[in-house]
């Protein structure tokens, strides 16, 4: 033991002299150094301690930041833990950086992650918590997803956490039973515990929270199947094309379409088929900004459906479903009201085959920017 710490302190030394080597290099050199030294208790070596806690100053945001405080026990390390559990929240330091940070007991530095304004942030922390698949973690996510107020991916992530574990997954469907899920959340909770494997909880999900049906009712794969499928683009682009499910009377592609919403030219460039899907089979989860669907009442008991063109002081130009512009007299207007849901209808799939779909998505992936 003493030659090994001599060995591992002189690895140290070499740390701090200016030598040829890289600085990834030098650390990379010290953990291993360190990693030698198992079962020892730097309390009892304040020099020792010193180097440790330099190493690991350099190792802010790597997996060897996590090896350091678990093989020494450092307490106080939870911002650094967060670090990597943010960067990696999918991988094993990462993960493990969040089991350290749950057995200290202190989950303050998490739980302000979790409510920050940082939505990147929140959503990889509430991403990690999920991997550590852990039923305490449930406490952290249920008041995520229903607080209407939060990002609706990170409520959305918060979903997919929370259904790694029997008891998040139960949670889930209770706040669906109850009427407390949200819409907007429906799609992914539906997704996700239709997929469990447990079965009890995947048979209520199958009533309460049903799978989407495609062409014939026939039930849907999950996303993650449907994007390992592959597609025909000309079959795609002929149904895009199809008077149903009426894509061309919503979007141009190549001057081609009428304009309602986005122009689809580029949209393989902005979306990856799994956005893609989402965008098809959930439009309301995440209407693009400037495509926010309005009911206007009109004082003469009419109504008006559509999105906003253009406003001016006295008049505002609503674009309903065909392309089809109609001027309102501000002063014919009794009021306005923005629509939770899409202008795009949910439910398109409903017209196409399961392959249809995947052929629509292979198309919409190949229009990207010449
Ligand atoms: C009644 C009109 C309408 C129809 C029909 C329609 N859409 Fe849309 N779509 C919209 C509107 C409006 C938006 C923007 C608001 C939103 O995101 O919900 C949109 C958004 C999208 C987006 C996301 C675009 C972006 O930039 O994020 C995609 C992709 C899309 N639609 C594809 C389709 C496909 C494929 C079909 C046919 C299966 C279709 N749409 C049918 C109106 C429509």
């Known amino acids: 033991m003493r030659y090994l710490m001599v060995a591992a302190l002189s690895a140290l030394v070499c740390f701090r002299a200016p030598a040829a080597d890289t600085d990834a290099e030098k650390t990379a050199l010290a953990v291993e150094a360190l990693g030698r030294l198992q079962g020892v208790d730097i309390n009892t070596n304040p020099k020792l301690k010193d180097a440790v806690m330099r190493v690991l ?13 678990q093989q020494f026990k450092l307490t106080g390390q939870n911002v650094g833990l967060l670090e990597v559990a943010i960067a990696q929240p999918a991988g ?14 202190d989950m303050a530095v998490v739980q302000a992650a979790l409510d920050g ?14 991997n550590m698949a852990e039923k305490q973690v449930v406490k952290f996510l249920v008041p995520v997803l229903t607080n209407p107020k939060r990002d ?33 959340v429906t799609f992914t909770a539906s997704t996700e515990l239709n997929a469990v494997r447990w079965p009890q909880i995947k048979a209520e999900a199958a009533k309460v929270l049903p799978p989407l049906q495609g062409q014939n009712a026939a039930p849907l794969p999950p996303i993650g ?10 079959n795609g682009a002929k149904i895009f094309a199809n008077a149903s499910p009426g894509c061309a009377n919503c979007h141009i592609v190549n001057g081609r379409g009428i304009e ?8 393989g460039t902005k979306l990856g088929k799994d956005a893609l899907i989402e965008a098809i089979l959930e439009p309301s989860s995440g209407v693009s900004f400037g495509f926010e669907a309005w009911n206007f009442a009109l004082k003469n008991g009419d109504e008006a459906y559509g999105l906003i063109a253009s406003e001016t002081a006295d008049e505002v130009a609503v674009k309903a479903v065909g392309g089809i512009i109609t001027r309102l007299k501000k002063s014919e207007v009794e009021s306005r009201q923005q629509s939770k849901l899409s202008i795009m209808p949910a439910g398109l799939q409903a017209a196409m085959t399961t392959q249809d779909l995947v052929d629509l998505v292979e198309y919409l992936a190949s229009l990207k920017k010449q």
């Open 260 to 267: 309602l919403g986005p122009n689809l030219s580029e949209i």
């Open 92 to 105: 094993e330091s990462g993960v493990e950086a969040m089991r350290l940070m749950l057995a200290s007991g």
């Open 117 to 130: 304004t940082n939505v990147v942030a929140a959503n990889k922390t509430a991403e990690a918590l999920g």
């Open 57 to 69: 100053e350099k190792t802010r945001g790597t997996a060897n930041f996590v090896k350091l405080v």
């Open 225 to 234: 199947e449907l994007v390992k499928m592959k597609g025909d683009i000309a």
């Open 152 to 184: 609706i991916a990170l409520r959305k992530q918060s979903v997919r956490s929370l259904a790694k574990t029997s008891d998040g997954a139960g949670e889930v469907l209770k706040l669906a039973k109850d009427g407390k899920l949200g819409d907007d």
